[in-house]
């Protein structure tokens, strides 16, 4: 298999064989031969962060024994609100493909691990294993199977080292240096991302930037802001919640260890670009995507699809947009949706279809005539875009519920018929019309708890979601009482709006 690019998976390399094929046995010689101290063991809580167990190795058979059985870890901690602590013991058990060398801290072999309980089956409240039981059932449920990819958006703050080239207000979209100045540490993220995972697509940098950040906040008050993106390829679903959290971590890191601060809250400033976390699906047969016919629109299946997502979109947002400044970025023409519709390359609707490369294929070879060697033949591409989550969003969550309406509408007649009345053309913000037409998506996290709760079935079916799961998130919602927000901002004096405004922006700065 022997890799010869820069950012090729290193055990890979090491070890000749890709990610999917690796043993304990590989693994204990990993530990021997590059002399690891210890093993770090990292699971996702239910506050979406990563966490970590260090264990230092002082011989073979300690090694052996955690990569064969795991540890033990306090459920009712990880899983404080819900677990209760009489019954709170876990296994975190490695999960050997995800194996990985921490970028920084070189002396340790790192994983990605799932919870087990007490009689070593999945732990059934544990939001990664949630998603991992939505996909399988979709799988069993449709003989299909589901990839996503999802796109990072995020402001990386920094002390303003000059004020040369600087970069202009709702202007930052794929920008280069010297106007943008964060290029390099971008470039970081990106290397340690695409070793570790092997799942990046590309990075740039996005509309947003602030010269200069206002806020109460010590830790962003006066720095510079640019807006920048990472967006993944498509993997198997229940891979792409791990994929999400462990890049959202390195991120953090890498901004870290740069005296940056990066930050994922879904609205920093009024009237600059906010951050959402779009994620793309793609139906797959056979590992072949299956999104578009002979004739190059959309299968019925892709259409079906769409329309499960339009049944369950105003419930998903209370796992994609679990705080209350994600309801300052859903608003009118800042490319955010407020509506249920779906539209081809169309980014004021809440599903859009993308350019797929349909009936423009192997480009490279129109501009380079020269070429003697024709493309390889590639599976298709085409993905639909989910344009409400952001990153605030409980990434595993949030999947699983998008893999349950992915299932409903395969398997429910109406959806086809649904996705075809909810079908726009244009910028839907220009026709009043239609948008009266048109089901608004909720306006705060209470209405989207509210949702939750009264559409709970949807996502309590086959047992996928514990009721225990659905209780705690609408308790969260309800928490952020916001539903009088909107009403109470408008209200208030311009200055005193602002301020208020920034402050709510800014309270959850690293809430997921």
Not at 33 to 50: F, N, V
Not at 57 to 85: C, P, T, W, Y
Not at 300 to 329: H, K, Q, V
């Amino acid at each position: 298999m022997k890799e010869s690019y820069a950012l090729a998976n290193p055990i890979s390399v090491l070890l000749d064989k890709p990610r999917e094929e690796f043993t304990r046995r590989d693994l204990l010689r990993v530990i021997e031969e590059r002399q690891m101290e210890r093993i770090t063991l990292h699971y996702t809580a239910l506050d979406g962060k990563l966490k970590e167990l260090k264990i230092p190795l002082a011989n073979r058979s300690q090694a052996d024994h955690i990569l064969a059985d795991g540890e033990r870890a306090d459920g009712s901690s990880l899983f404080k609100g819900m677990v209760d602590a009489s019954v709170s013991d876990l296994y975190v058990v490695p999960l050997y493909k995800t194996a990985f060398l921490n970028p920084f801290d070189p002396n340790s072999l790192d994983f990605i691990c799932r919870y087990l309980d007490s009689s070593g089956t999945y732990a059934a409240f544990a939001p990664d294993n949630i998603l991992l039981n939505a996909h399988a059932y979709f799988k069993k449920s449709t003989g299909f199977t589901l990839n996503a990819l999802g796109e990072l958006e995020f402001y990386l703050l920094a002390e303003p080292e000059s004020h040369i080239f600087l970069a202009g207000k709702q202007r930052g979209y794929h920008a280069s240096a010297p106007f943008i100045k964060t290029g390099k540490v971008l470039d970081e993220m990106v290397r340690y991302i695409t070793q570790i995972t092997g799942a990046v697509k590309y990075a740039h940098s996005e509309v947003g930037y602030l010269e200069n950040v206002h806020s109460d906040l010590a830790e962003i008050n006066g720095k510079r802001a640019e807006q920048l993106e990472i967006e993944m390829l498509p993997t198997p679903i229940d891979e792409a919640g791990d994929i999400l959290v462990l890049a959202k971590w390195l991120i953090r890191n890498v901004a870290y260890r740069n005296n940056c601060v990066a930050t994922f809250t879904p609205k920093l400033e009024e009237g600059v670009a906010g951050s959402g976390m779009h994620v793309h699906v793609e139906l797959c047969k056979d590992e072949r995507n299956v999104m578009l016919g002979t004739d190059g629109r959309l299968t019925t299946e892709a259409r079906r699809l769409i329309g499960g997502f339009c049944t369950y979109a105003d419930s998903l947002t209370a796992f994609g947009n679990t705080i209350s400044p994600a309801y300052l970025r859903l608003v009118p023409n800042q490319e955010a949706p407020t509506r249920i519709c779906w539209s081809d390359c169309n980014r004021s609707a809440m599903i859009r279809v993308p350019l797929g490369w349909v009936n423009a294929n192997d480009l490279g070879n129109k501009l380079n005539p020269q070429q003697d060697v024709e493309k390889e033949s590639s599976a298709g591409r085409q993905t639909v875009e989910l344009r409400s989550p952001d990153g605030s969003a409980a990434v595993h969550l949030l999947l699983a519920g998008m893999t349950l309406a992915a299932e409903w509408g395969l398997t429910h007649p109406g959806s086809l018929e649904l996705a075809e009345q909810l079908y726009v053309r244009g910028n839907i913000f220009e026709d009043p019309q239609l948008l009266q037409r048109l089901q608004a998506l909720p306006k705060s996290c209470v209405e989207s708890g509210k949702l939750l709760l009264e559409k709970r079935s949807l996502y309590e079916r086959e047992g996928i979601f514990p009721a225990s799961i659905i209780d705690y998130s609408a308790r969260l919602l309800f928490a952020e009482q916001d539903e009088d927000l909107n009403n109470h901002l408008l209200h208030l004096p311009a200055d005193d709006r602002l301020k208020e405004t920034r402050k709510l922006m800014h309270k959850d700065l690293h809430r997921h």
